[in-house]
Structure formats: structure tokens, C-alpha cells
């Protein structure tokens, strides 16, 4: 199960911290990650993390604002949100699959409930 929490309406330039609580997944889950859908878009990746080798891949929409992190601890993956944007508006998914390519192509994914975040002035 993937709960996802986080979300909510913030200016542009400014920031939120999304978190999706992981829990009875298979050990065999190596890949978790966000996607976002945008109003009249479609579903895209938005940022990934590598389990077993801690390796992170964003969208060039996102690169270098947003900043994907996992806490073994507390099985819980977060998504650092800086420098929003109006075009950030979307529905947030925390996504999992058993590997990066598996879940690029969302063949296989689990899926949260996603949350809402709005960039509005």
C-alpha cells in the first residue's frame, strides 16, 4: 500500500514536501517514484529512486528543483518541491514497480491515491 500526503496550493517560487508512506510491499520492489497529471495532460514520471543502489532519475521538467529521498528507517519516500511553478499544478502519484524500466512504462505499477498540488498566486 502507498499513502501519499503533502500536497495543497502554494505560491509560485515556493516550496512543499510530498510523503508516501510504503508499506506491504514484496522485498522485490526496487523502484519508487512520483508522477504527476496535470489538467487536460497526460500521466507523466516525475522522479524516481533506486532502492537498492540509492540512484535518482528526474524529468527535465523537474530537474534541479525537485529533490526525490528515501528513509529506509521509516520505509517512507519523499519528494522536496522548490521553485514551484504554475505548470507544476497536478494530481501527485507515488508509484512503484520491480524495476526503473517497468516503472517507466507503468506496466506493472502500484499505485497511492495521489495528492493534490496547486501553484496559484
Known amino acids: 500500500e502507498l499513502v501519499e500526503s503533502g500536497g495543497g496550493l502554494v505560491q509560485p517560487g515556493g516550496s512543499l514536501r510530498l510523503s508516501c508512506l510504503v508499506s506491504g510491499l514484496s522485498s522485490d520492489y526496487y523502484a519508487v517514484g512520483w508522477f504527476r497529471r496535470a489538467p487536460g495532460k497526460e500521466r507523466e514520471g516525475v522522479a524516481c529512486?533506486?532502492?537498492?543502489?540509492?540512484?535518482?532519475w528526474y524529468s527535465d521538467s523537474v530537474k534541479g528543483r525537485f529533490t526525490i529521498a528515501w528513509d529506509n528507517a521509516e520505509n517512507t519516500l519523499y519528494l522536496k518541491m522548490d521553485s514551484l511553478e504554475a505548470e507544476d499544478t497536478a494530481v501527485y502519484f507515488c508509484?512503484?514497480?520491480?524495476?526503473?524500466?517497468?516503472?517507466?512504462?507503468?506496466?506493472?505499477?502500484?499505485w497511492g491515491q495521489g495528492t493534490q498540488v496547486a501553484v496559484s498566486s
Open positions: 529512486f533506486n532502492l537498492p543502489h540509492g540512484g535518482t
Open positions: 508509484s512503484t514497480a520491480k524495476t526503473f524500466y517497468n516503472w517507466r512504462l507503468e506496466g506493472e505499477n502500484i
